[in-house]
T-cell receptor, first 111, second 113 residues
Framework: EAGVTQSPTHLIKTRGQQVTLRCSPI?????VYWYQQALGLGLQFLLW???????NRGNFPPRFSGRQFPNYSSELNVNALELEDSALYLC??????????FGSGTQLSVL | KQEVTQIPAALSVPEGENLVLNCSFT??????LQWFRQDPGKGLTSLLL?????REQTSGRLNASLDKSSGRSTLYIAASQPGDSATYLC????????????FGPGTRLSVLP
């Protein structure tokens, strides 16, 4: 069974650009979570999607947005990139209140 | 608001030692608690999940305990190996938080050969 997959693995952008990160959850998982982890810092909760709806949002500006598709895959969009957006972006999935599984992440560098 | 802390922040031990990592949470109304490890620049790998009704879980050299009433969990690693070097994070999930997870800051473990 495939795990949580994220694409791309690495990304380099310049300030002001827009980026889209993708996540495919484990088959049967309906909840997708997005986290940001800046270098040397802890996990910061971004967004939680379940059954196609946004259920909760962390303390991030509106230029961070996303969606979940009918097949439960998800996209994270970041507009007007800033230098401090450079981080590892992690996606996780689970079905209901069960074990949480993470993908390998997308390393975003903003120059 | 749930808060999760982990002690110690960093730990360095010689190979072969048994060790204990600690996790504390402020609100005992949790649904489950999960331990993860993270290697530098990588995603998180699930180690153990403890449901709120359980007292402990074991997987190989790892044993995690949960004392919900006191808001504590410990991760015991037996006979540590250099390959165990990583950051270990605990996370709690509760219905009060819309099934959201709250993560601790992690314990950075170094096992020296």
């Amino acid at each position: 069974e495939a795990g949580v997959t994220q694409s791309p693995t690495h990304l380099i952008k310049t300030r002001g650009q827009q980026v889209t990160l993708r996540c495919s959850p484990i088959s049967g998982h309906t909840s997708v979570y997005w986290y940001q982890q800046a270098l040397g810092l802890g996990l910061q909760f971004l967004l939680w999607y379940d059954e196609g709806e946004e259920r909760n949002r962390g303390n991030f500006p509106p230029r961070f947005s996303g969606r979940q598709f009918p097949n439960y895959s998800s996209e994270l969009n970041v507009n007007a990139l800033e230098l401090e957006d450079s981080a590892l972006y992690l996606c996780a999935s689970r079905r209901g209140p069960s074990e949480l599984f993470f993908g390998s992440g997308t390393q975003l560098s903003v120059l | 608001k749930q808060e999760v802390t982990q002690i110690p922040a960093a730990l360095s031990v010689p190979e072969g030692e048994n060790l204990v990592l600690n996790c504390s949470f402020t609100d005992s109304a949790i649904y489950n608690l999960q331990w993860f490890r993270q290697d530098p620049g990588k995603g998180l790998t699930s180690l153990l999940l403890i449901q709120s009704s359980q007292r402990e879980q074991t997987s190989g050299r790892l044993n995690a305990s949960l004392d919900k009433s006191s808001g504590r969990s410990t991760l015991y690693i037996a006979a540590s190996q250099p390959g165990d070097s990583a950051t270990y994070l605990c996370a709690v999930s509760g219905d009060n938080y819309g099934q959201n997870f709250v993560f601790g800051p992690g314990t950075r473990l170094s096992v020296l050969p």
